[in-house]
Structures are given as structure tokens and as C-alpha cells.
């Protein structure tokens, strides 16, 4: 088939997209982008993501925040505030400057929503954005004696208006103010607010575009996954950090993932926290297999952790019915033991619910995935297909380019997640000299890239 030459990146691109492009389609998805990213002079990058993905079929809800616009506001009219515990003091002269901000900001965006000249990436966008009365708000009160006026929290979302608005292919803005059944207008966190509407919407996704690239660990490195125990364990793990990130991200991150657990755990599957100092970082995230942020996922709250000598016995509890069927090999305790440290566990309740395993052999760069195993009573929820990913990316963590499993009934279960098929003479040597012939399992590969 004939190709012109610098097309074909493009085509090869846009297929690679289609997966993700139908697998998003319908969705509801919920973006948080602070008053920081609305003044960048790319903002209009940003706009013109959100409103392919509306293109794309997404439901969308965007939530903004305005406080370089608040700071300035309060500026010109000679007031300051103060700030406890990260919250800012909005007292009754502060409000009509907040106000204001959020005004402005909403206008600006719905402005740049609204753009649609030829050649430009908004031609026949046409967006239909509503704002509106979907958020109640209470009074945050007095806390340690100190009086938080009128800065709120979110007491009620409007969810049925929301979907109403959604379900007629309008995209919902949302700011960070509020109002009382008293008619007050409240201050609110415009974390808060997007999570509070990703619950009551029971969004499929909360995205957090946010100042820094996702959540590092204490190598500077960035962290591609984080379960909700991960997530929660991330801050006692750099509280008292004196490595390669400062405490203003380490608060800035901490405030993202304390928000990203309550979604997790109010039911909101999968919160993305990217940059939005990348440009395109929202198509990226999404259309791309590994994305460019940090993903906090719902899906196990059970706990994905590297085994320990102590998870011996409930790893062959695990695997030993398997190894009957022959659907794994079998393994010694000593051997068990041995490799226990290759091995990553699903614990939930004290019951080791899934296992599997990563041997890398650095010569070949080329690892195995072996003994994948799911307790019966736990398939079919996802477990499978999470501890593979977590295998794959522990595996480019470690610079390995090819993936090769063994498998004698679950071919197919691999071929479905981008594995095909090879042949024992590929196998990395080590691995090649321990192949057994009778057994006749079938060798997978699939590409790290
Ligand atoms: C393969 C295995 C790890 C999958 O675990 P899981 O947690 O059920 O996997 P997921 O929930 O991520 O995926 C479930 C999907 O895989 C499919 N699936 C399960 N077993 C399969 C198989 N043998 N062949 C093809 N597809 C299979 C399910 O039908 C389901 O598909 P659906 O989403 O379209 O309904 C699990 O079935 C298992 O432990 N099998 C026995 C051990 C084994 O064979 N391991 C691999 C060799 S090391």
C-alpha cells in the first residue's frame, strides 16, 4: 500500500489513538485547571484540548480556580487576608473582590470556549457552556477560635441538573463560589468543588491539571500509578523529606492526593494529576497508553505491594491449585524463596488474592512475567490486567524492552493486552535453557518500547 512518507507518523498516530478515543467516548469527566493556568499565555492550548475531547464525545465538566486574579482583585481594593491552614480567610469586605475574580475568570473561559474562527483548531467547535446554581455551599465556621467568614465548604452538588446539561451535549463550568439556602455567596476550594461534583456525578475520571509534572517519589522520578493506599502513604513518606522535592510541591502534591482519595473512596474511578505546563498534557494523559501524569486509581483498595518471605505461604495457597491444572509451573518453597522479591502481591483482608512475578535478564533487556495468578473467587474484577501493568512498568523502570511470558491456557487473555506470538528460540538465554519442551507453553512477547 502506498503511503506518502511524512503522512504516515500521522496515520500510524491517529490509529494508535483510536482504542482510547472509543474507550473515553460518553464518559464523564470532571477538569480542575487553577486561576495559574487561565493567565498562561498557552491557555488557549489548553481550551483547545478540552474542547477536542467534547468533540471526542466526553461529558464534561470543568472546574476553575481564580487566585492570582483573587490576589489581584483584593490588591486593587486594599484588602488583605489571611491564609490558616492553606485556607484563605475570606471576611464580608474581602467577598465582593472574590467575586469579582471568579467572575472574571468565568468570562474569560466561556470567552475563549466561544471562539471559533476559521484555521484555527476552535473552527466548527461550537460549544454550548452553562454555568450555574449547581453548587450549595455552607459556612466553613470557626475552627481553633478562628472565624473562616465567608470562605465555605461544598454541603450539596445539583447532580441532576449537571447530567441534565450533559445529557444535552453542553459542557458545565463550574467556579469555586457557592450559595446558602440563606442566600449567602460562599468562597469555596476549587479542589473541593470538582471532587464534590465528581462524586455526585459518579464520574468516570477527576482530572487535576495541575503546577507540578504528577507525584514523584524521593528520587525526583515521576510516578506513573498510585493505588489508594500508595497515595496515602506518599505523604507520611515525604513529610519529613530532605531529597529532590521541595516542601511547597510536597504540599501542593499532598492537597492533590488527599483530594484524589476522597474521589477514589467516594467512587470515582481513576484520578489523573498532570501538568499544565506541558502543552497538550490533557491529550497525552488520555490518548496515549502510558500517559504523562500520575494516575490514582479505585480500583483496589486491597493494596498492591512487593512480597515478603512472610507472604510465602500465601502465595503457594494461591498458586498450588494452579500448578495443578498446569496453568503455572510449579515452584518449590526453597525456589519460592529464593525469588520472592521478584514477586508483587494483591493482599486484601490478610489473604494474598493475586500474584505475579518479574525476572529481568539485563544482558537481552529482557524480562519475564511469570506466575500471573488471580484467585478465583477475586477474577474478573480487573486484578489480572492491574498487576500486569504494574509488572510492565516496574520492567521499563528497569530499561527492559521486551516482555516474554510463558502461558499454556491464558494465550489469548495475553495476546488481548498486546502480547503475540513468539517462539522458545527468542527467549532470553538464561530462560531459553530452562524452556521445558514437554510442558509446551505457548511464548509471548510483547514490545516495552
Ligand atoms: C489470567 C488471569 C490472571 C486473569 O485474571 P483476572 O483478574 O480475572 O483478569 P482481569 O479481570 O484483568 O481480566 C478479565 C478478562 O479476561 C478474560 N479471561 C480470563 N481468563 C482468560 C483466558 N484464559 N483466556 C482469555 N481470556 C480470559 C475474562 O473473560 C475477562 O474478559 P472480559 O473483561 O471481556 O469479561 C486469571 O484468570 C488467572 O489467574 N488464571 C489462572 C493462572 C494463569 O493462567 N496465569 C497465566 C500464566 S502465568
Known amino acids: 500500500m502506498n503511503k506518502t512518507p511524512d503522512m504516515s507518523e500521522h496515520v500510524e498516530w491517529f490509529r494508535n489513538s483510536a482504542p482510547y478515543i472509543h474507550a473515553h467516548r460518553g464518559k464523564t469527566v470532571v477538569v480542575l485547571f487553577g486561576g495559574e493556568a487561565v493567565e498562561n499565555e498557552c491557555f488557549h492550548h489548553l481550551i483547545n484540548d478540552i474542547t477536542l475531547l467534547g468533540s471526542l464525545g466526553v461529558r464534561l465538566v470543568l472546574v476553575h480556580g481564580a487566585r492570582p486574579h483573587i490576589e489581584r482583585q483584593l490588591e486593587t481594593l486594599n484588602i488583605n487576608t489571611e491564609f490558616v491552614n492553606g485556607l484563605r480567610i475570606t471576611t464580608t469586605d474581602a467577598m465582593p473582590g472574590v467575586e469579582q475574580a471568579a467572575g472574571q475568570v468565568r468570562m474569560i473561559i466561556e470567552s475563549k470556549l466561544s471562539m471559533g474562527l476559521p484555521n484555527t483548531p476552535m473552527a466548527y467547535a461550537s460549544v454550548r457552556v452553562v454555568s450555574g446554581n449547581f453548587v450549595t455551599a455552607q459556612p466553613y465556621g470557626i475552627r481553633d477560635g478562628v472565624d473562616y467568614c465567608q470562605t465555605g465548604n461544598v454541603r450539596n452538588v445539583d447532580a441532576e441538573a449537571i447530567e441534565q446539561q450533559l445529557n444535552q451535549n453542553n459542557m458545565v463550568l463550574a467556579s469555586p463560589i457557592g450559595y446558602s439556602p440563606t442566600g449567602e455567596i460562599f468562597n469555596l476550594r476549587a479542589e ?72 477514589c473512596r467516594g467512587g470515582v474511578r481513576r484520578v489523573h494529576l498532570i501538568s499544565r505546563n ?172
Not at 486484601?348 to 511469570?370: N, P, Q, W
Open 192 to 263: 473541593d468543588v470538582a471532587t464534590d461534583i465528581a462524586i455526585a456525578l459518579n464520574a468516570d475520571k477527576l482530572i487535576f491539571v495541575m503546577e507540578s509534572i504528577g507525584v514523584i517519589d524521593g528520587e525526583g522520578e515521576l510516578l506513573h500509578q498510585l493505588n489508594l493506599p500508595q497515595a496515602e502513604q506518599w505523604f507520611k513518606n515525604h513529610r519529613q523529606s530532605n531529597n529532590k522535592i521541595n516542601q511547597q510541591e510536597v504540599r501542593d502534591t499532598q492537597s492533590h492526593l488527599d483530594n484524589a482519595a476522597h474521589a
Open 278 to 449: 506541558i502543552d497538550g498534557s490533557i491529550l497525552l494523559e488520555l490518548y496515549t497508553r502510558d500517559g504523562i501524569g500520575t494516575l490514582v486509581t479505585a480500583d483496589n483498595y486491597e493494596g498492591l505491594r512487593t512480597a515478603t518471605i512472610d507472604d510465602i505461604g500465601g502465595i503457594l495457597e494461591l498458586i498450588t491449585p494452579l500448578e495443578q491444572q498446569g496453568a503455572v509451573v510449579k515452584r518449590s518453597r526453597e525456589q519460592l524463596e529464593l525469588d520472592i522479591h521478584n514477586f508483587t502481591v494483591i493482599e486484601r483482608d490478610g489473604m494474598i488474592v493475586a500474584c505475579a512475578a518479574l525476572f529481568c535478564f539485563e544482558i537481552e533487556k529482557a524480562c519475564e512475567l511469570a506466575c500471573l495468578a488471580v484467585h478465583p473467587d477475586y477474577q474478573q474484577h480487573g486484578r489480572g490486567n492491574e498487576l500486569m501493568q504494574h509488572i510492565e512498568w516496574q520492567a521499563r523502570k528497569q530499561h527492559m524492552e521486551e516482555m516474554y511470558t510463558l502461558t499454556t491456557q491464558t494465550m489469548h487473555w495475553f495476546v488481548e493486552r498486546g502480547f503475540s506470538e513468539s517462539s522458545p528460540e527468542d527467549l532470553p538465554m538464561k530462560k531459553q535453557q530452562l524452556y521445558n519442551y514437554q510442558r509446551k507453553s505457548k511464548v509471548l512477547r510483547k514490545h516495552l518500547g
